[in-house]
């Protein structure tokens, strides 16, 4: 029985809660949204495994981050989202968690699963009146197939189906990408932005500057893969040449002292048995950036 075990913690535990008490949903700045969906996943899996992986993770961390503590704003981790059924089933489940955070005054949090979960977030966004905002992605992939393996709703058409909902993109670390997605970021210029990882990486950039007219509001989504494989080989669709640990987080400060971040999430790990390491990583990235969150606001 390893220590985890002996604090006997639920299948899904709560974000942080071997050091913090869940704060009511309409006392928290955070609602931490588990979304153990895996459909359409294309290489390797495990990714449904993640939000758990994550959450328990999560009670070996610090709550000092080594900057501030963002547990002080009250953290609540909602249920995990149903994940059965028909994927349009599951985008509406994850998007009425979404509004649920958004309604209780709240920052959705999520937790994937795969990258198609990003879609059901930008829903509830939608669905809770929030209108006038912009996405910024972190990925190995470009995400913007019109389908991949006649599905709509595959990992890989994810950011097409939130482009064709007229959100403005900016994609950052993109380093694999195929023709056609090539050809949808130049039919949607001045909607897709983006800096490409030949780009951010060989000249070390830690900062970005947005346009002038991409919203004020900003959901910020990351898929580990797009960080180097040395950093996160945890996922099912790795591709060497990404973002570092800091470069990362840094990208997202310079974000998030531009605009307004009103969610974020955390897609596409997959924990392999024996490497917990991984796990922990992918809790302190959650937890880091709920810190930065904290002192931009």
Same mark, same amino acid.
């Given at each position: ?19 913090? !008490?869940? %704060? %009511?949903?309409? +006392? ?10 895996? +459909? ?15 959450? @328990? ?9 080594? @900057?501030?503590?963002? *547990? ?5 981790? !909602? ?5 059965? $059924? ?14 649920? %955070?958004?309604?209780?005054? *709240?920052?959705?949090? *999520? ?11 930008? +829903? ?31 990992? *890989?058409?994810? &950011? ?10 900016? !994609?950052?670390?993109?380093? %694999?990408?195929? #023709? ?7 039919? =949607?210029?001045? !909607?897709? =932005? ?24 900003? /959901? ?32 997202? +400060? ?5 605009? @307004?971040?009103?969610? /974020?999430?955390? &897609?596409?790990?997959?924990? &392999?048995? $024996?490497? #917990?390491?991984?796990? /922990? ?17």
């Amino acid at each position: 029985m390893d220590e985890f075990d002996q604090w006997a913690a639920p299948e899904y535990p709560v974000f942080l809660g071997s050091e913090i !008490q869940q %704060a %009511a949903p309409n +006392e928290a700045a955070f609602h931490v949204i588990p979304v153990p969906y895996e +459909e359409s996943v294309s290489y390797g899996g495990g990714t449904g495994d993640a939000p758990r992986a994550i959450l @328990k993770a999560s009670w070996q961390l610090e709550t000092w981050d080594g @900057k501030s503590t963002p *547990a002080e704003l009250g953290i609540h981790t !909602q249920p995990p989202v149903v994940v059965d $059924g028909p994927g349009q089933q599951v985008i509406d489940n994850i998007a009425a968690a979404t509004r649920r %955070a958004v309604e209780a005054g *709240a920052m959705p949090v *999520a937790l994937g699963g795969e990258h198609t979960v990003t879609y059901g977030v930008i +829903e509830g966004l939608r669905a809770a009146g929030i209108r006038d905002f912009g996405v910024v992605q972190i990925d190995a992939h470009a995400d913007l197939r019109e389908a991949y393996q006649g599905n709509p709703l595959s990992h *890989a058409s994810v &950011m097409k189906r939130i482009v064709d909902r007229g959100v403005p993109l900016y !994609q950052l670390g993109i380093r %694999a990408y195929c #023709h056609e997605e090539a050809q949808i970021r130049a039919q =949607h210029q001045g !909607q897709i =932005h983006y800096r490409d990882a030949d780009d951010l990486v060989p000249g070390n950039v830690n900062a970005l500057e947005l346009p002038d007219d991409f919203p004020e509001q900003v /959901f910020f989504t990351v898929d580990v893969d797009g960080l180097d494989p040395s950093v996160f080989p945890s996922t099912g669709t790795p591709v060497p040449g990404g973002l570092g640990w800091y470069q990362t987080l840094s990208l997202f +400060e310079s974000v998030a002292r531009q605009r @307004k971040i009103i969610g /974020f999430d955390v &897609m596409e790990h997959a924990p &392999m048995t $024996g490497f #917990h390491a991984y796990d /922990f990583s992918a809790a302190l990235l959650v937890y880091k950036l709920m810190g930065i969150v904290q002192r931009n606001r």
